[in-house]
């Protein structure tokens, strides 16, 4: 075992909308780190292929995540016959203890599955819902204003009923093969024997330690005797242990009626800032299967999770409206090609923010928004050589005469994504979460408890009119997350995703370009700077092309842009790719 690091500590892009975009770009959610962790032996390879910039490849299987850990125990299970399904069961318990900030047992997850056997694809929704008794007014002041962001995030408020534990069991269920308390033996081990803290998780607790030690138990986790864990520091968790022993004997049940339930109702009432869930919301949770989303691009169908995620429409729209600009001719290094695409993401987000929420809730028009026709009619908006001066909502076709206001969800960047594709060709993409970095704050049994609720809007209404995410009993908040298998004649050649708040549309819509537009290997398509335009300011990685973008109209910001995109090709061989602005990897056999 080698250990590794390099420094590379950012701050990272931000996700917000208007003002509310503002004030969550004044904040530092989870920062970026360029790479750390430990690197097994055996995951060297890997390493080597993602500093020098190239894909790895392997013919029977491969695994993408965020930790090198994780990735060795995922490919442990792969390596011994288990499918996508068992492996991911692996790496999210691994992930949970070696980078907690970003997902774990106490969140919510989009899983969007290809089934080998059957050629289907489907999708598992487990994320989170508001508490019962919760209602629009629930991030409100007295006065009905919203509140501030972090006076609504830290605390058991923003706590939503927890969906990945249910998740993981219920996709083993359905595709598993191995014997799912073995599924938990490596986090066991790391867990009781202890980790080496990476840079990333120790930049990010040392930038929210004041946060951190709002909660007792939170802090005295992460900053054993007052002080916070560093870089190298051998962290064990003996709770987080107990928590996965439970779960490898008795499956999801304690977490919804069971005694890690009651410990979690507690943490969520007894916090600063306290929450209204309740028993009954942990015992009526239920991961939905649900239709993937799809749309078409250059003979492929790309293919992810709907609502309650607007990852999937927001992603199809971005791609339905270049598609018929010649970018494979202009090229990724030309400014009219980031003309085109900046604007059609400004214009999939202007719909986002005004037709996308939980559909068990309110009526979704995702076949509209992703009509061939519509977008057809829409991408005429961008024949023009300047940014659009201003940007609105288009008409989709909508069986519902109802109007809705924009929202202003703001989603910050944490987050983290797994991609697998198993040795009998089942292909699985995976967004797993507790929103911010860190969640709630909130600890108990060793994970942090979400604050997916802030996902909703703040405000119910706007001049009257309602809200389609505004917070109401029951109901799933809108994500961004975009797990996405795409699929050349119903096999899939591309799994992909990426952590990142709402900058996740423009990350994973980047990479399925760089792939399929212009060529590039999985890897490089990764690699391609990251240009996001949400809600009019041009977000930017690099210098380059900026003054160009500005001479068009945009509003151009330079900043660090925290992707984790992990993504696997399927060809004649399996080429994986891990962000090198995150401390992943990819690796097969
Ligand atoms: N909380 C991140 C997302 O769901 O988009």
Aim: hydrophobic share 40%; net charge negative; glycine share 12%.
């Amino acid at each position: 075992m080698r250990n590794w690091s390099v420094a590379g500590i950012l701050v990272m892009g931000l996700a917000g909308a208007g003002l509310a975009q503002d004030a969550a770009d004044a904040v530092a959610p989870e920062g970026a780190t360029a790479l750390g962790g430990q690197v097994p032996d055996v995951l060297q390879p890997a390493f080597e292929a993602r500093q020098a910039g190239k894909p790895y490849v392997s013919d029977n299987w491969m695994v993408a995540a965020a930790h090198p850990l994780a990735v060795e125990a995922g490919a442990d299970v792969l390596r011994d016959g288990g499918t996508a399904a068992d492996a991911m069961v692996a790496v999210q318990a691994v992930l949970g203890l070696v980078e907690p900030q970003s997902s774990g047992l106490g969140g919510g997850a989009f899983l969007v599955w290809y089934d080998a056997e059957s050629g289907e694809l489907t999708t598992l929704d487990g994320r989170e819902t508001a508490p019962l008794a919760a209602t629009p007014r629930l991030f409100q002041n007295i006065d009905g204003s919203p509140m501030g962001f972090w006076d609504a995030v830290v605390g058991g408020r923003s706590v939503g009923t927890p969906g990945t534990p249910r998740l993981m069991e219920v996709a083993h269920r359905k595709w598993g093969r191995a014997q799912w308390p073995s599924l938990f033996d490596h986090a066991v081990s790391l867990a009781e024997e202890g980790f080496s803290v990476s840079p990333r998780m120790a930049a990010s607790v040392a930038r929210d330690a004041e946060r951190l030690a709002s909660h007792p138990v939170t802090g005295a986790y992460f900053m054993p005797d007052g002080v916070a864990v560093t870089e190298g520091t051998l962290l064990k968790n003996p709770a987080y242990a107990q928590s996965l022993r439970l779960m490898a004997e008795q499956g999801a049940a304690p977490f919804y009626s069971g005694e890690i339930a009651t410990d979690i109702i507690a943490a969520v009432r007894g916090a600063n800032n306290p929450g209204v869930l309740s028993a009954v919301d942990l015992a009526l949770y239920q991961v939905k299967e649900r239709p993937a989303a799809c749309a078409q691009y250059r003979g492929h169908d790309v293919c992810g999770m709907g609502p309650p995620s607007s990852g999937a429409i927001a992603v199809g729209q971005i791609l339905g409206l270049v598609e018929k600009f010649d970018l494979a001719s202009l090229g990724a290094q030309d400014a009219e090609t980031w003309r085109i695409i900046g604007d059609a993401m400004r214009l999939s987000f202007a719909d986002r923010g005004r037709y996308v929420a939980d559909e068990d809730f309110v009526p979704v028009p995702t076949k509209g928004l992703l009509d061939r026709g519509y977008l057809a009619e829409r991408a005429k908006l961008l024949e023009g050589d300047d940014a659009l001066p201003e940007v609105a909502p288009g008409s989709p076709e909508f069986h519902h005469a109802l109007n809705w206001a924009d929202d202003d969800a703001i989603e910050l960047p944490s987050t983290t994504h797994i991609s697998i594709v198993d040795s009998y060709g089942n292909a699985l993409s995976m967004t797993t979460t507790i929103e911010n970095g860190f969640g709630s704050r909130v600890m108990t049994r060793g994970f942090l408890l979400n604050n997916e609720l802030t996902d909703f809007s703040f405000r119910s209404h706007n001049n009257g009119v309602p809200v389609a995410n505004r917070v109401e009993p029951g109901k799933r908040p809108r994500s961004s997350m975009a797990p996405t298998i795409v699929l050349k004649d119903g096999i899939p050649v591309l799994v992909v995703g990426s952590p990142g708040g709402s900058q996740i549309i423009g990350y994973v819509a980047k990479t399925i370009i760089g792939y399929l537009e212009w060529g590039l290997d999985v890897q490089q398509a990764i690699e391609l700077p990251n240009r996001n335009n949400r809600f009019g300011r041009y977000d930017v990685e690099v210098e380059a092309l900026s003054e160009e973008l500005s001479a068009m109209g945009f509003e151009v910001s330079v900043r660090d842009m925290n992707s984790g995109i992990h993504a696997i090709a399927i060809g004649d061989r399996l080429s994986g790719g891990a962000d090198p602005r995150r401390e992943g990897l990819a690796y097969g056999e």
